[in-house]
T-cell receptor
Framework: QKEVEQNSGPLSVPEGAIASLNCTYSDRVSQSFFWYRQYSGKSPELIMSIYSNGDKEDGRFTAQLNKASQYVSLLIRDSQPSDSATYLCAGRGYNFNKFYFGSGTKLNVKP | GAVVSQHPSRVICKSGTSVKIECRSLDFQATTMFWYRQFPKQSLMLMATSNEGSKATYEQGVEKDKFLINHASLTLSTLTVTSAHPEDSSFYIC???????????????FGPGTRLTVL
């Protein structure tokens, strides 16, 4: 099992809808989790970090962490075409220098 | 968020030449930096972890003699692709981890990437 797993998509949602992106992680991934957005041809950009169980909101983005079930999700409210990108889920291992990335979910927001 | 710069953004070179890519953390000290490679439409692939003042740790299958990494200061790491060949053409991205403090997520911030084309 990969340490962090994501559905590759593509996930298509209409403009204005809620996009829900999910990832699961293994026991090798510890406490800090991250969502990155990567536009085609660009490097990843950190959009959310979450450490504690529950929800963390930042603007139109909400990250959710459920340690018991070992999943992390990202909700994007009022999705815009500019949100179309690949979203990478990542988690830190017990070693501070070990980060595990999922393979990414491609999101298409249709106007 | 923290800022990481990378230079050059794009380089085209002839087969057999060496190319150096610089990665700098601009507003924080990074004891650890990472080098990734990404081929078109593929996932990020970690090449090596670079620690300031010590040797880099390479991932399995990455040739350390071909991809030379030097992390000479807390704000600069360099990747040198030696004797580059067309199959080395790729998008090289560095990242830096924020310092370890009790309240920190130890976040990783990426540079803008370097697109290498070897003719």
């Amino acid at each position: 099992q990969k340490e962090v797993e994501q559905n590759s998509g593509p996930l298509s949602v209409p403009e204005g809808a809620i996009a829900s992106l999910n990832c699961t992680y293994s026991d090798r991934v510890s406490q800090s989790f991250f969502w990155y957005r990567q536009y085609s041809g660009k490097s990843p950009e950190l959009i959310m970090s979450i450490y504690s169980n529950g929800d963390k909101e930042d603007g139109r983005f909400t990250a959710q962490l459920n340690k018991a079930s070992q999943y992390v999700s990202l909700l994007i409210r009022d999705s815009q075409p500019s949100d179309s990108a690949t979203y990478l889920c990542a988690g830190r291992g017990y070693n501070f220098n070990k980060f595990y990335f999922g393979s990414g979910t491609k999101l298409n927001v249709k106007p | 968020g923290a800022v990481v710069s990378q230079h050059p953004s794009r380089v085209i070179c002839k087969s057999g030449t060496s190319v150096k890519i610089e990665c700098r953390s601009l507003d924080f000290q990074a004891t650890t930096m990472f080098w990734y490679r990404q081929f078109p439409k593929q996932s990020l692939m970690l090449m090596a972890t670079s620690n300031e003042g010590s040797k880099a740790t390479y991932e399995q299958g990455v040739e350390k003699d071909k991809f030379l990494i030097n992390h000479a200061s807390l704000t600069l790491s360099t990747l040198t692709v030696t004797s580059a060949h067309p199959e080395d053409s790729s998008f090289y991205i560095c990242s830096a981890r924020t310092p370890t403090v009790a309240s920190s997520y130890n976040e990783q911030f990426f540079g803008p990437g370097t697109r290498l084309t070897v003719l």
